[in-house]
């Protein structure tokens, strides 16, 4: 489990550039590291379970933690492309968003919300990740006992062309590219790609109807 962090919490007008490059390189190269050291490993014994540590406040955004949602966000990112490229050497690949009373959580949150958020409630998140039948790119949030699922979703949303009020029918039309009703997790960045093709009518695409 990829686990280090610190904190520089300070809003981003503030910030030094220094205090938010250590962020990255503490979260997001020390994840980087740890796993490279076991990669090749995993890969020859075809078996293998890593687990980055992510964060609500890079998933929805924590004001005064810029750097440190920048680090949570990018975990989320390497996951996702190690999942892709583990999982034909038996590799799972995970992100878990613990809420707990931490040293990196002492005075943020009042002390009664502190005694219910006990690390050891989220070990068994962490444990589920972990075992022979984990999944795999899955985004796991625990805290106090509750387990949820975060998910990174594409919307239907809309095509408009190339004509020359693109810019305004985008603006006009933002609700409905928003629109969550038909909405999709990709199994990868090319479904993008697909999609956007299939709205022009270039290309088919799996998973919507145009």
Same mark, same amino acid.
């Given at each position: ?15 030094? !550039? ?29 078996? %293998? ?11 929805? %955004? ?33 992100? &878990? ?16 919300? !502190?005694?219910? &958020?006990?690390? @050891? ?26 387990? @949820? ?13 190339? %004509? ?24 990868? %960045? ?21």
């Amino acid at each position: 489990m990829n686990n280090a962090g610190i904190l520089r919490d300070k809003s981003f007008a503030k910030m030094p !550039l220094a205090d938010f490059q250590l962020v990255l390189d503490v979260h997001v190269m020390g994840a980087v590291h740890c796993t490279k050291a076991v990669w090749e490993a995993m890969r020859e014994q075809k078996h %293998g379970r890593i687990v980055m540590t992510t964060s609500s406040s890079g998933l929805y %955004g924590n004001f005064g933690q810029a750097n440190y949602g920048a680090a949570k966000m990018a975990l989320v990112g390497l996951m996702q492309t190690l999942a892709l490229e583990g999982s034909r050497h038996g590799i799972h690949v995970n992100c &878990l968003a613990p809420s707990a009373a931490t040293g990196m959580t002492q005075g943020v949150l009042p002390q009664q919300a !502190l005694d219910g &958020l006990q690390p @050891e409630k989220v070990s068994p998140g962490l444990v589920a990740l972990v075992g022979d039948d984990a999944p795999t790119r899955m985004i796991l949030l625990a805290g106090a006992g509750s387990f @949820e699922c975060a998910h990174v979703t594409m919307t239907r949303g809309v095509f408009v062309g190339d %004509g020359h009020d693109t810019a305004a029918q985008v603006r006009e039309r933002l609700d409905e590219i928003q629109d969550r009703r038909v909405e999709v997790v990709p199994s990868s %960045g090319w479904e993008q790609y697909q999609l956007e093709l299939a709205k022009a009518g270039l290309a088919p695409v799996a998973g919507f109807h145009t």
